[in-house]
């Protein structure tokens, strides 16, 4: 269950001080990667760095991260256990994702992280991240519509509830790509709160060291966001110019145009596309990837999952073509988030139908992930084959590939 609210999380919080600064990051598309940007150039220029991102991807505790690591269980599990039990004891009846904040916030304590970089979970204004204290500068990325029955129905509306992450004084960095009527929306709350907004930008001697043409379109815009916040957060008087380019070439994002070698689940030699696109912009920006640099006179063949709610017509408008093969399968339940449900593999596929997918051409892998990558597989023949729809569903196929990667460790057989 999902129930917006500041007063459960701050009571979480009191016990927990907050001697770091922050970077709060919100936006429709892009947070991830630019809370990845952001940690990985603070932390190449020794600022002792924290990042929290939601879901996780393969593990509960992956979402945390220490200067670059994912936090060790037993850490996370300690402080998840206090958190729990203040809970328990104080009758808060926090929900799973404020307890999940409350424990990000617990370890970066602990491990007396300088900077936390930190993506809001859904919206901003009444978001659990939105309890933290010490923003040293705020991030809105891109804005489209999701989340419509928590956010609005307009994207207006919706740009309101996520700039409700600004602070008076606090600079914001708004991603430049952004269509007018939310700049005006985002600029219009700068003023009335009394902050400074400031327009992503790429205008810098070391960003002038990379070729955009190594970047997606949407890429670059969120490092120009990450890189803009990251000279307003950074404070120490010693220059790390000479290395943040090394530090953003080997930032890796999983799930997000990420190349799998499916080859120990399924036999298929050639890699697969795995991308956790999940609403309509980000599937525009998934399908003109796939468009450029994948699409040959053959066919395309997709493993599609989505959660209940999404506006699945978006969704596969910019990726479907006549033609193209899909399987529909269900993601497993989510570790610590059990208000997410996926939705009805037949409703998927009802919905490519629609857009002109041959019945002949679609497969119900009803739960199994497992059985519906094996089916893309054997009619992709070797063309292309995208993973998508879902982090959850991203998820659950990083974690079938670590699995098959330890089962064939010598000390397993």
Avoid at 69 to 81: G, H, M
Avoid at 361 to 388: F, M, Q, Y
Wanted: proline share 4%; with cysteine.
């Amino acid at each position: 269950m999902i129930e917006l609210g500041l007063g459960r999380i701050s009571r979480l919080l009191r016990h927990t001080p907050q001697l770091w600064r922050a970077v709060h990051v919100a936006g429709t598309n892009g947070k991830g990667s630019i809370c990845a940007y952001l940690s990985s150039m603070l932390h190449a220029s020794g600022v002792r760095c924290g990042r929290f991102t939601s879901p996780h991807l393969i593990d509960r505790w992956d979402c945390i991260t220490i200067n670059e690591q994912a936090v060790q269980e037993s850490l996370f599990l300690d402080a998840e256990r206090v958190v729990r039990e203040r809970d328990k004891a104080e009758g808060i009846r926090a929900t799973e994702f404020e307890l999940l904040t409350a424990t990000a916030f617990e370890v970066f304590t602990r491990e007396k992280i300088e900077i936390g970089v930190v993506e809001v979970g859904l919206g901003g204004r009444i978001d659990a991240t939105n309890a933290m204290e010490n923003k040293a500068v705020t991030v809105i990325s891109k804005i489209g519509l999701d989340h419509q029955s928590f956010l609005g129905n307009t994207i207006q509306e919706i740009a309101r509830e996520k700039a409700g992450i600004m602070r008076p004084g606090v600079p914001c960095v708004l991603d430049k790509s952004n269509l007018p009527d939310v700049r005006e929306v985002v600029e219009g709350y700068a003023r009335e709160i009394g902050t400074d907004l400031i327009l992503s930008s790429t205008e810098s001697s070391v960003l002038d060291e990379l070729s955009q043409s190594n970047f997606p379109p949407h890429q670059w815009e969120n490092l120009a966001c990450a890189y803009t916040a990251f000279h307003l957060a950074y404070t120490k008087p010693e220059s790390p110019q000479h290395r943040l380019v090394a530090a953003i070439q080997n930032v890796t994002w999983p799930g997000r145009l990420q190349t799998v070698d499916i080859r120990n689940l399924t036999g298929r030699r050639e890699t697969a596309l795995l991308d956790g696109a999940h609403n309509t912009q980000s599937a525009e920006v998934l399908g003109a990837f796939v468009d450029e640099r994948l699409r040959r006179a053959s066919k395309t063949t997709w493993v599609l999952a989505a959660s209940q709610g999404k506006e699945l017509e978006g969704i596969l408008k910019p990726l479907l073509h006549p033609g193209d093969c899909v399987a529909a399968v269900r993601f497993g339940p989510v570790d610590g988030m059990p208000w997410v449900e996926a939705m009805d593999p037949q409703d998927i596929l009802a919905s490519a139908s629609a857009s002109g997918i041959d019945a002949s051409l679609l497969h119900n892998a009803g739960s199994d992930v497992s059985e519906a990558l094996r089916w893309a597989a054997t009619v992709a023949d070797g063309g292309p084959l995208v993973i998508a729809g879902s982090l959850y569903l991203v998820s659950d196929v990083l974690r079938l590939l670590r699995n098959a990667e330890l089962l064939k460790s010598p000390l397993l057989r």
